[in-house]
């Protein structure tokens, strides 16, 4: 595969720079690729092509964008052993955790697009008017890289079947898994300027978009602090937003719920991922009286995940994706210790001469005014939060700036009812599953908009009123 071209106007071609950006592995340190470091005359020349584009693309048949997009999707089932590779290597994820994780369930939300496409009801008839959902336009992917397949398949995919054209600018970190996407839609037979990537830096290339005049949308994934910078750049020119941004996700522990199920729900989202998930439930709140009980349950099932290297493909547990963020969830460790947590299990990590691994740790005996209870470590950190009353609970778990997601365990009506006062865009109850057809998204500063089913595909379309006699 050619990671030194960049896919504008539907070729293969060369970076304005001439520059690099290094891929590494950062399970063992390895330089295991090289792409280009895309600028502002990249995203020029490539948000040009998908104006021309849009001219036509925008009128195309739903038919034929269904036809085209399948294409992509078989391609995808057929690459499927090489994605988990890819991202095995370049995030550093876990042989079975990229392929249960990063893979399989975002082919299958990819074909679950193309069905809400077919049935989506792009015109509605009232008695006076006819309510018309259009593209938007040309729209700005910037996607993060702890899921470099899921927020790709989430903004690529509903925006091309929806009619717009896109420009997307993976992370510079987990390019690769780009790349096999980008394979699939050249190969779809797309018309040229309808799909471009442009790799490179966010404050080269992201910026680029952001603030380009001929950009309609842009559709972000990262933290609120970037995700703050990126729409200042773009409400410049009032573009529509999209924002997927950070969280501080609670679990709640009711009197007389599943204690082990409600534990391994909450580990599995703080250790699966090394914890670099934004939905991960990094906050447990426990009974008071209980809280002994729940952490001998942490310790037991902590046990039951395997920490080491990707290679060992029955591992649970890998490194975190970078230096920078090594360096991040240790300054968080250190300052939890500070606070005055108690460390139930884990340590402060010394060095990473041989990767960037960072063994789980659990705080208990937490305050929710902690630094490591309100802001976002994103690494498989988690803090036990005892609490003496439900409604303190509830109070405890929407006392953050964030309201990504949550999870609540209990007696099934109870359960309900909390996870109804909770201030969040998704919670899961008892044994809840995750639903391809519901929309993800948060509250407060964890972002705007929803992705996901229905109502993440609307996303990508405008409204439009039309008075009819």
């Known amino acids: 595969m050619n990671f030194y071209k960049l896919y504008i106007n539907g070729e293969w071609v060369d970076g304005n720079s001439g520059e690099f950006i290094e891929i590494e592995n950062p399970a063992n340190k390895e330089i295991i690729a090289k792409v280009p470091r895309g600028n502002k005359v990249d995203v020029d020349k490539a948000v040009a092509c998908a104006k021309e584009a849009l001219k036509t693309w925008q009128y195309e048949d739903l038919e034929n964008r269904v036809n085209l997009m399948q294409k992509v999707v078989d391609g995808l089932k057929e690459n499927r052993e090489l994605l988990i590779e890819t991202i095995t290597k370049e995030l ?10 990063h893979v399989d369930p975002f082919i299958l939300e990819a074909e679950n697009y193309i069905k809400i496409a077919k049935e989506f009801e792009y015109e509605k008839i009232l008695s006076k008017s006819i309510i018309r959902r259009e593209p938007v336009g040309i729209v700005g992917g910037l996607t993060p890289w ?14 091309l079947l929806a009619g717009n054209c896109v420009v997307l600018k993976p992370s510079q970190m987990t390019p690769l898994t780009a790349y096999i996407l980008t394979e699939m839609i050249d190969k779809a037979g797309y018309p040229k300027g309808v799909y471009n990537l442009v790799c490179g830096r966010g404050g080269e290339v992201g910026n680029a978009l952001a603030i380009h005049e001929d950009i309609d949308m842009i559709s972000f994934t990262g933290s609120t602090e970037a995700g703050r910078d990126v729409a200042r750049l773009a409400l410049n020119t ?43 439930y990094t906050r447990l709140l426990v009974p008071r009286e209980d809280l002994k009980v729940v952490e001998d349950i942490i310790l037991k099932q902590t046990d039951d995940y395997k920490f ?18 090594f360096d991040r969830v240790k300054e968080y460790i ?15 990590p010394i060095d990473c001469e ?17 630094k490591i209870a309100q802001e976002e470590v994103f690494g498989p950190v988690l803090v036990v939060i005892p609490y003496d009353k439900e409604e303190k609970a509830i109070e405890i778990a929407n006392d ?40 993800f998204g948060g509250y407060k500063q964890s972002g705007l908009g929803r ?8 996303e990508f379309l405008e409204i439009k009123s039309i008075y009819v006699k």
């Not at 992705?451 to 609307?458: I, V, W």
Request: proline fraction near 5%.
């Open 354 to 370: 041989n990767g960037y691994y960072v063994k789980p740790v659990v705080f208990t005996d937490v305050n929710n005014k902690m």
């Open 400 to 439: 953050s700036i964030y309201g990504l997601a949550g999870a609540v365990f209990g007696p099934e009506d109870r359960a309900r009812e909390v996870a109804r006062k909770m201030r969040t865009g998704t919670v899961y109850v008892n044994e809840g599953e995750w639903d391809v057809d519901a929309p």
């Open 92 to 101: 550093g994820s876990p042989y079975k955790v990229s392929r249960d994780v």
């Open 146 to 159: 702890n899921f470099p397949l899921e927020q790709i398949v989430k903004k690529v995919v509903p925006a």
């Open 238 to 280: 009032i573009k529509k937003l999209a924002l997927e941004l950070g969280g501080k996700s609670a679990t709640i522990l009711l009197k007389d719920g599943d204690y082990e199920l409600g534990v391994k729900a909450t580990l599995d989202t703080v250790y699966l991922n090394a914890g670099q998930t934004c939905n991960a």
């Open 451 to 458: 992705e996901g089913g229905a109502e993440g595909y609307s």
């Open 334 to 348: 250190e300052i939890g210790v500070k606070e005055g947590a108690r460390i139930l299990l884990g340590e402060v």
């Open 308 to 325: 080491g290297t990707p290679e060992d493909k029955t591992v649970d547990i890998g490194p975190l994706a970078s230096k920078k963020q």
